[in-house]
């Protein structure tokens, strides 16, 4: 009964190689999320996405490229892997329309490790 | 555009004791409030949240306090247990241009 589920939980891989992440959501909720947090473990959002749109794109390299199927998935594509793309990647969705103005629910994460 | 301070960045207390969490907004749109904790290796998770029609907010030992004119929000968290120990981040929400900016996080130490 897993409420937002992302896999892998660990990916390590070469630089250069392309590397897809899955995230899905049982919740019913409307919007998805895709956040990096880095050594430091700062939380930082790179995309979000209401009933499948693109509402939020932050400065990302276009290397990374979301993909939502319908609103209880998105995926996380990302191309040329570079070694300062390690990071832990969080999933996760809420029921509000973006804003921010509900609880987040969060996937487990998935470390990529690019070696 | 938002700007969401978070301070101390490291909070280290005697188990027992009391912790505060202070964050700071700049977007005078937000009106939601929540605290998430972090443990160590795990997700992040909402443990108390306001928004901008309450000024406080209690959920047994930890609470919100709200501040909507100075522009922040703090968490509480009193009789300290070793469980409290994480990283604990605010993130103000419904800020204009939806932009969703956490606080850096503070790391929590109980002592024993």
């Known amino acids: 009964d897993t409420a937002v589920s992302q896999t892998p939980k660990y990916l390590v891989t070469q630089m250069g190689n392309d590397k897809s992440i899955k995230c899905e959501q049982n919740l019913g909720h409307d919007t998805m999320y895709w956040y990096k947090q880095d050594s430091k473990k700062f939380l930082k959002i790179m995309f979000s996405y209401n009933n499948k749109e693109l509402i939020i794109n932050e400065t990302v390299p276009n290397r990374f490229s979301p993909k939502s199927p319908d609103k209880a998935h998105l995926n996380l594509h990302i191309n040329s892997l570079e070694l300062g793309d390690s990071a832990v990647y969080f999933c996760?969705?809420?029921?509000?329309?973006?804003?921010?103005?509900?609880?987040?629910?969060f996937g487990q994460g998935t470390r990529l490790t690019v070696v | 555009g938002e700007n969401v301070e978070q301070h101390p960045s490291t909070l280290s207390v005697q188990e027992g004791d009391s912790a505060v969490i202070k964050c700071t907004y700049s977007d005078s749109a937000s009106n939601y409030f929540p605290w998430y904790k972090q443990e160590l290796g795990k997700r992040p998770q909402l443990i108390i949240d306001?928004?901008?029609n309450v000024g406080e907010k209690k959920d047994q030992r930890i609470a919100v306090t709200l501040n909507k004119t100075a522009k922040h929000f703090s968490l509480h968290i009193t009789e300290t247990q070793p469980e409290d120990s994480a990283v604990y981040f605010c993130a103000p929400g419904y800020g204009s241009n939806y932009q969703l900016i956490w606080g850096a996080g503070t790391k929590l130490i109980i002592k024993p």
């Open positions: 996760a969705s809420s029921q509000d329309g973006g804003a921010g103005d509900t609880e987040a629910f």
């Open positions: 306001i928004r901008s």
